[in-house]
Every structure is written in structure tokens, then in C-alpha cells.
Antibody, heavy 122, light 112 residues
């Protein structure tokens, strides 16, 4: 079945780095744009980044621009988020999400992983 | 950046009664291609979000027809015709017309 599984979360000190992974299965990964969305404890959703189906286009939220880097390896069906210079306010559950892909643009997220928790604390 | 504002933030509803959530954007969500990329998502407790509605009013596959979306420009509404117990959770609107994409603060739907 169609599935996204995030990994790589954990507890990290402020200023350190972490790399998240999102492994996809059950669909042709290389056909889909992928996003990262985060949710701070007890808070709402915040869009973080997008990578196009072939990795040629990337967009970021202002809050992570210059610190986070999204990438993908279509041979491994995996999207990554390299997070540097982490701050306390980056503490959140990080979800990867698939963007709906059809003949016409939809720009909605139809498949979500269960999320991986990142805690930035000294 | 586009700011998305939802009202109410909390909505106690009686089972079988309708519910309505409003979402307003700080600028028009009409894309240069003529489409409006406004979607609605549901997040049940302890679960990731789930897509309900895309492009204002299109129900996603498997979503019950008691859910409907409407609106245009900067004002949008999600309606549930008859609330069921499984509808409890937090509802978010999201705009993908412009980068950075953005979500509303969320509306918590609970049963009276």
C-alpha cells in the first residue's frame, strides 16, 4: 500500500544538526513532489519545504531558509531534510507529505507519514 | 506571505447537527493559472493530517459527502452537514497558491 515512513528524529542540542529521512513505498516516487510539514507540541501545522519530483526545484519557509536543506534520492525512494543550526523553536513532529499528482494541478497533500519527533534542548 | 485565519477556533457541536468552519486569507488565493489552491485537512487525535477537500470544493477520494467546501478569493468555508462522532478532531485550511504555503491555526471540533 501507499506509505511514507519518517525516521531520524531525536533529541539534539541547540546549534547541532540532524538529518531526517522519509521512505516511500507503494507508488512511483519519482513522479511526485514531496513536502515537509512540522507541528510543534500542541500547536498547528507549519509548512517547511517542497522538492519537485526530479529535485530541480526547492522552496522553503522563511523560518528555516539557510538552515534546512531538502533533497531526494529517487533511486532509493527517499526524501531527506538536513537540519543545521537547530533552535529550540524547531522542536516539532516532522511529517513528510506527498503532493497530489494528476493531469491537472491540484497542489494538495494526499499521503502523510506518521511523523518523527525532533526535540532541540540542552 | 499569506496569512490564513480560521474561525471559530473551537466548535462544540451536537451529533447529527451541522458544523461550519470559516477560513480567510490575507490576499486572494487565485493563482495566475486561474485556479485557487485552497484545501481542507482533518487531523484526528494522535493521527497525521488527512486531506478532505482540494481546490476549494473538490472532495478527495473516500471522503464522505457530508463534507463540502465553498468560497472564492479570500473567503472559504468547510461544512459538515451532519456531524458524526468520528469527525472529532482539528480542521485546517491550507493555501498552496503561493510560496511559502501556509495553514490556518486550526479549528477544534468537539461533541457537546
Amino acid at each position: 500500500q501507499v506509505q511514507l515512513v519518517e525516521s531520524g528524529g531525536g533529541v539534539v542540542q541547540p546549534g547541532r544538526s540532524l538529518r531526517l529521512s522519509c521512505a516511500a513505498s507503494g507508488f512511483t516516487f519519482s513522479h511526485y513532489a514531496m513536502h515537509w510539514v512540522r507541528q510543534s507540541p500542541g500547536k498547528g501545522l507549519e509548512w517547511v519545504a517542497l522538492i519537485s519530483y526530479d529535485g530541480s526545484h526547492k522552496y522553503y519557509a522563511d523560518s528555516v531558509k539557510g538552515r534546512f536543506t531538502i533533497s531526494r534520492d529517487n533511486s532509493k525512494n527517499t526524501v531527506y531534510m538536513e537540519m543545521n543550526s537547530l533552535r529550540a523553536e524547531d522542536t516539532a513532529v516532522y511529517y513528510c507529505a506527498r503532493e497530489v499528482t494528476t493531469i491537472v494541478l491540484v497542489k494538495a497533500f494526499d499521503v502523510w507519514g506518521q511523523g518523527t519527533m525532533v526535540t532541540v534542548s540542552s | 506571505d499569506i496569512l490564513m485565519t480560521q474561525t471559530p477556533l473551537s466548535s462544540p457541536v451536537t451529533l447529527g447537527q451541522p458544523a461550519s468552519i470559516s477560513c480567510r486569507s490575507s490576499q486572494s488565493l487565485v493563482h495566475s493559472d486561474g485556479n485557487t489552491y485552497l484545501s481542507w485537512l482533518q487531523q484526528r487525535p494522535g493521527q497525521p493530517p488527512r486531506l478532505l477537500i482540494y481546490k476549494i470544493s473538490n472532495r478527495f477520494s473516500g471522503v464522505p459527502d457530508r463534507f463540502s467546501g465553498s468560497g472564492a478569493g479570500t473567503d472559504f468555508t468547510l461544512k459538515i452537514s451532519r456531524v458524526e462522532a468520528e469527525d472529532v478532531g482539528v480542521y485546517y485550511c491550507m493555501q498552496a497558491t503561493q510560496f511559502p504555503h501556509s495553514f490556518g491555526q486550526g479549528t477544534k471540533l468537539e461533541i457537546k
